[in-house]
């Protein structure tokens, strides 16, 4: 069995389960809330396990995609809604993790508001260039960026995303200052980086990969410790820089004062 299908599978067992206050649970479509826009990623990932679950649920699962704020708008959205099992949230590290580090007025709160469901996916940042910037590895752009500090501008897909994180973590490891420009998704992003309007781009795998396949954009960097496909460059002066930053995607459930739709056993990866 693929790894989306057994996901999906794990996650339509966990509602059902759960869900067995209310016997014929689920009766109508669930809606799963998107943290981003449509295009990215975690909308990619989103819209595979909606499919998959279908079956298994026997009820359709609609996919509404409420970007911005880091993910802070749907989780909003989600912990106000009405907590009956049938409005799910879909996010990533961003909206449930890195916020409360970043701000103390978010308007939910990412443990009493959800509950978890069930992890979906680990991923993995690139940071690629535009061939036209006229660099080929990690160390010809980070002796371009301390020539010219803050000229090459960079696109992320949101401030305090991963994306943004990795460019930080890189910005300090390196020594160097680079111009981030922050999108509220992929789709835009990908547009004007390939289009030349920006130098570089710090994004999740399947978001640079056909960019980068296509000849269009070229990787210098990876987060992971463990792909062998890219080049994963540590600059000499700062060794164990490039470690992972990698972005997960959980489907939590507004629990206040609701039927419970998540069992012990599926809320158990709390820490992932």
């Known amino acids: 069995m693929r790894r989306s299908s057994f996901i999906a599978a794990a996650l339509a067992a966990a509602l059902a389960a759960g869900g067995a206050a209310a016997q014929d649970y689920p009766n109508r479509p669930i809606r799963l809330v998107v943290a981003f826009a449509a295009g990215g990623t975690t909308d990619f990932v989103a819209r595979q396990l909606a499919e998959r679950a279908k079956a298994s649920l026997g009820q359709s699962i609609v996919v509404e995609n409420k970007p911005g704020a880091n993910g802070a708008i749907g989780a909003e959205y989600v912990a106000k809604s009405e907590p009956d099992g049938y409005t799910l949230f879909f996010s990533t590290a961003g909206a449930l993790a890195i916020n409360p580090s970043m701000r103390s007025d978010l308007p939910y709160d990412p443990i009493k508001d959800f509950t978890p469901i069930v992890p979906v996916a680990r991923n993995t940042v690139l940071f690629a260039v535009n061939p036209t910037l006229g660099v080929a590895t990690a160390q010809e752009m980070i002796a371009r960026a301390k020539e010219k500090p ?48 920006l130098n570089a781009m710090s994004a999740e795998v399947p978001v640079l990969m056909p960019q980068i396949k296509a000849g269009k954009a070229t990787i210098l960097a990876v987060s992971a410790q463990n792909r062998s496909d890219v080049p994963r460059p540590r600059p000499r002066s700062s060794p164990g820089s490039t ?30």
């Open 243 to 272: 470690r992972p930053s990698t972005p997960w995607c959980a489907t939590p459930r507004c629990a206040a004062g609701s039927p419970r739709t998540a069992s012990p056993r599926s809320a158990a990866p709390r820490k992932t």
């Open 150 to 197: 803050g000229t090459i501008t960079v696109a992320i897909t949101g401030v305090g995303a991963i994306s943004h994180l990795a460019i930080e973590m890189l910005q300090i490891a390196a020594g160097i200052k680079l111009q981030y420009v922050p999108y509220r998704g992929a789709g835009q992003a990908v547009a004007d980086f390939i289009g030349g309007q």
